[in-house]
């Protein structure tokens, strides 16, 4: 267990887990941020990461569906710690302090396990992420109506990631909502990116073709990569 | 004394600090660099840095202040060699050269002071400003009113940053000039942002409470934050 | 030789070489892809890396002179892993993939060779690029007339690259084409970077002015530069 809890004289803070992410709450938002921040809720649930996006995305998305807190923002910074992608910064938000905070603890949960699916080595990184339902998460971020299924994939130097998004779009049945570029869509990432939907089993059939083929290329130009936590799909 | 000066052959290098900053002269500039610069100047100052944005920004309106000198360009690239803020690129201008020439010696003495409220670990950084009266560097970049107090505060990753500014906010009589995030104002970099004014004493205590809990919070996330000078504030 | 190779079951991959850079071949591209990219060919040659940009650009430049292929896109994210400059994603295209494949092998040796000018320590990092004659690839991304000469340098932090710009701007008998700062034309990176041409020699010349000053500064400020391979301008 890697995630840190304050006492209870620092109630904002909800944990940390891996990938740089924290996971805050703040129960009565002081109203220029609510206004920067394009919401009514006074109760804001913060989760951010130096590393990932995703994974982080689809964690959200789950908290969302699990307590009813609504999504206020997905920012997306360059960063990765040197590395060619981006960070995350998410808000949630609720009238209710409890929903928020169950839902940045849900997320954070879920960090952990979908950082599983990222890979890293000295050469560059991959991101991979799966959902069998998508909520207004990945509604907002990715176009995914809600309700469908959900991939994505992520390569860098984008070289990899446009042949790994190559082979997910020659796998059946899938539908590109999504498709990001050093020069569209990205915060200038060394990245090329697709989110697509489509029939279950085939969505998760193109993330593990374009898992194949970014896996064998990033090997040819590093030592084996690795991630924080176990891969999944 | 960690300043380096070149000998009399190389009369433009007037200095190098911490953050990797570097401090230029060019007494008469081409006239191309002139006009991509905006400025009708030919003797010219150049601060930059790779890491911090704040603490040099205040150095150069105090060296302004100070010597005559003109503002020509603040830039924010987004650098901090790995981390997810920003880096800066600053001209001023004058017809004298001894004059800019004076106006960097400054900017860098300064810098290295202001270093000191630059706090990083491996998870994250922190940048705090303070200014009792500025000028038009803070105004230009900051919308601070000219001989008003300055406070300023940036927390990456960005969730730390927006509890920061929570708190500043919540204490009394600030006004805030420029929210900066990801998406909205900075160069993508993993921070949220807020530059605020108001009475000097009110000023400094909400920078104080953003770096109260900015470092409950970093610290949370990993090591001692460490910055290469001493903190002031 | 630090290229790689796989095996004859994994075609797309032709290379990998210095600055995390890797050469590719998509036989029969994706529509969508050709849609995004902007291109009626299937056969795509792409190469991106981690680090460098003008280097790669001149080796693409040279493999469309010598192939045919043609240029499809040029794209500069946010990278150099940790320091302030940019990579690159560079796609290529034919209706005849040996073309490509030729080009991506001919772009991959000379990314090697062209790193001789790429000079990095850990203040900052310079790159420097010359061709005799442009060709469209030199042409689309830095208004270099086909057929003209090329000159390139690029210095970090960007008041590096400023007096660099000065140096090379006050050697005679060059035109810039391109003026790109932090603010302006690069993904917010920390460097001031300018395209010339004029006639060859003073067009080296002037490269060569930049490269004096730039090393000068930055080893005022850290180690002795250092780049992949052996320079050669």
Redesign the interface.
């Given at each position: 267990m890697d995630m840190?809890s304050?006492g209870a004289s620092?109630r904002?803070?909800v944990g940390?887990t891996v990938l740089?992410?924290?996971?805050?709450v703040?129960s009565g938002?002081?109203e220029?941020?609510k206004e920067?921040l394009g919401t009514r809720f006074s109760a804001?649930g913060?989760?951010?990461?130096?590393t990932g996006a995703a994974g982080q995305i689809v964690a959200v998305d789950e908290a969302i569906k699990n307590t009813g807190a609504e999504l206020v923002?997905i920012?997306?910074?360059?960063?990765t710690?040197?590395?060619?992608g981006h960070?995350n910064?998410i808000?949630i938000g609720s009238d209710d302090v409890s929903q928020v905070r169950r839902g940045v603890e849900i997320a954070l949960e879920l960090t952990k396990k979908n950082a599983g699916e990222v890979y890293i080595n000295?050469?560059?990184h991959l991101e991979f992420a799966f959902s069998a339902s998508a909520s207004s998460a990945l509604n907002s971020m990715f176009d995914i109506p809600e309700g469908r299924a959900f991939g994505f994939m992520a390569g860098?130097?984008?070289?990899?990631g446009?042949?790994m998004?190559?082979k997910a779009?020659?796998s059946a049945g899938i539908t590109?909502t999504k498709?990001m570029?050093?020069?569209c869509g990205?915060?200038?990432?060394?990245?090329?990116i697709i989110a697509f939907t489509g029939q279950t089993d085939a969505v998760r059939t193109a993330v593990l073709e374009a898992r194949k083929?970014g896996l064998?290329?990033l090997r040819?130009?590093?030592p084996e990569p690795k991630g924080p936590s176990e891969p999944f799909l």
């Open positions: 840190y304050f620092s904002e803070l940390v740089d992410t924290v996971g805050l703040i938002a002081d220029l941020l920067k804001l913060v989760i951010s990461s130096r923002t920012q997306l910074p360059r960063d710690k040197g590395w060619g960070g910064f808000v000295d050469a560059g860098s130097p984008a070289a990899i446009l042949l998004a190559d779009l020659k590109v498709y570029s050093p020069d990205t915060s200038h990432s060394n990245e090329i083929v064998e290329l040819a130009m590093g």
